[in-house]
């Protein structure tokens, strides 16, 4: 038998209130599909509720690492194997992309 999810995590980019941009911790998000955590990910763009607590004027997007995690039992043992892509979502020019990048990996 085999398990897949999704999961996420990352960095929002967005309009602070008084002016400014800046990047804050996203909501963590968890899917069966990548598709479908992609879709929920940029409709928390949309809505503002990708934040994780920041309180934005409104949101731009986001970079998400998102991990598959594929899990197989084999004779009632588990084995987990993971892989994590980067993903940005949202309406990001190359400057944001960039940004956003540094924060995430620096």
């Known amino acids: ?23 804050y911790e996203a909501r963590k998000l968890s899917a069966n599909t990548k598709e479908a955590l992609l879709k929920e990910a940029e409709k928390g763009v949309e ?6 607590g920041m309180g934005y004027e409104s949101l731009i997007g986001a970079i998400l ?7 197989v039992y084999r004779k009632g043992k588990e084995f987990t194997n993971k892989e994590t892509d980067v993903e940005l979502v949202g309406d990001l020019s190359e400057k944001d992309q960039d940004f956003l990048i540094e924060c995430l990996f620096y």
């Not at 809505?47 to 994780?52: G, I, M, P, Y």
């Not at 690492?65 to 899990?71: D, G, L």
């Open 47 to 52: 809505d503002n509720s990708l934040d994780a």
């Open 1 to 23: 038998m085999e398990k897949v999810k999704y999961t996420s995590t990352g960095l929002v980019f967005g309009n602070l209130w008084g002016g400014g941009k800046g990047a």
């Open 65 to 71: 690492n998102v991990t598959k995690i594929t899990t």
